[in-house]
């Protein structure tokens, strides 16, 4: 990621490339995600691009705030379940600098 891509844009790569991960595995999506995880992706995209916190928080996983519907919140945990640890392997750059952020904002907090 470049030094110009916002919070908000590193977030919504961030989780769809994790909800990618999850449908490759769990609903066997090779190129396209199924529909159920295209709207899961699209739900959290437009629930990153109307937060009027994310320029105060690492990511929506240390939010205080859920605004989340709770049967999308658990989508979206099962997902990062899965994909958190496995990011490691197909985008380590950007799991470690996730894991360092996330850090850094638990200590403040």
Known sequence: MNKTESKRDREKKIVSLMIRLYCKKH?????????ECKALTEYAIQRSDNCPFMETKTFCSNCKVHCYKPQMREKIR????????????SHPIMAIRHLIESKKEKRRL
């Not at 609903?27 to 529909?35: A, N, R, T, V």
């Open 78 to 89: 099962a997902v990062m379940r899965y994909s958190g640890p496995r990011m490691l392997w």
């Open 27 to 35: 609903h066997k999506g090779k190129k396209e995600l199924c529909p």
